[in-house]
């Protein structure tokens, strides 16, 4: 069945970074468009960044310039690199895919704070 894995969050200071990494199975990783989402306290999941397969991405206008998506279709992996992390970036990091969503994962904890 579908699996995805995500790592990497943590707690940092405004202004710094972090990179998340998701580990998918169960389907054909390259066939999909992927995406990066988040939900912070109170607050509906939104959609952070996509991409396609062949690495053609879109990000919210909140962290456009900031965060930086990727993917190796060999290792069926996604990556968020984060940087100029704000506190209002603070929320639970999971990926997904963007077209038909899968069974959520655990998700990574992202924590800006001085």
């Known amino acids: 069945q579908v699996q995805l894995v995500e790592s990497g969050g943590g707690l940092v200071q405004p202004g710094g970074s972090l990179t998340l990494s998701c580990a998918a199975s169960?389907?054909?990783?390259?066939?999909?468009?992927m995406g990066w989402y988040r939900q912070a306290p109170g607050k509906q999941r939104e959609l952070v960044a996509d991409?396609?397969?062949?690495?053609?991405?879109n990000y919210a206008d909140s962290v456009k310039g900031r965060f930086t998506i990727s993917r190796n279709n060999a290792k069926n992996s996604v990556y968020l690199v984060m940087n100029s992390l704000k506190f209002e970036d603070t929320a639970v990091y999971y990926c997904?895919?963007?077209?038909?969503?899968?069974?959520w994962g655990q998700g990574t904890q992202v924590t800006v704070s001085s």
């Open positions: 997904n895919r963007r077209y038909s969503l899968a069974s």
């Open positions: 169960g389907f054909t990783f390259s066939n999909y468009v």
């Open positions: 991409i396609n397969s062949i690495g053609t991405t």
